[in-house]
């Protein structure tokens, strides 16, 4: 199972970024794909979920209104378009699979994961 997320960046704040997140070797059909972060210091953050199952989603709040998560199936992607950046956004992203019907915010939940990807926004 491999994951590779892409699309991190330098973006101004008010700016916008979409992260890609390309799953492959993966045979079963229920899973979910979560996105988290870990900026400098910090615990890392379970940001947004998607469950392949029946496409309920998480987001954690404060994103809400900012963020959305989506996902093409036949493409075997997990997008996570990032509006209205603030620098406290600024962070490494990951993609993570957890084998599992529903989404979870616990990054021990998750089984698989990406080598993230890296987002600053600054002025």
């Known amino acids: 199972v491999q994951l590779v997320e892409s699309g991190g960046g330098l973006v101004q704040p008010g700016g916008s970024l979409r992260l890609s997140c390309v799953i492959s070797?993966?045979?079963?059909?229920?899973?979910?794909i979560g996105w988290f972060r870990q900026a400098p210091g910090k615990e890392r953050e379970g940001v947004s979920c998607i469950s392949r199952s029946d496409g309920s989603t998480y987001y954690v709040d404060s994103v809400k209104g900012r963020f959305t998560i989506s996902s093409d199936n036949a493409k075997n992607t997990v997008y996570l378009q990032m509006n209205s950046l603030k620098p406290e956004d600024t962070a490494v992203y990951y993609c993570a699979v957890d084998i599992a019907l529903l989404c979870s915010d616990k990054d021990r939940a998750y089984d698989y994961w990406g080598q993230g990807t890296q987002v600053t926004v600054s002025s």
């Open positions: 070797g993966f045979t079963l059909d229920y899973y979910a």
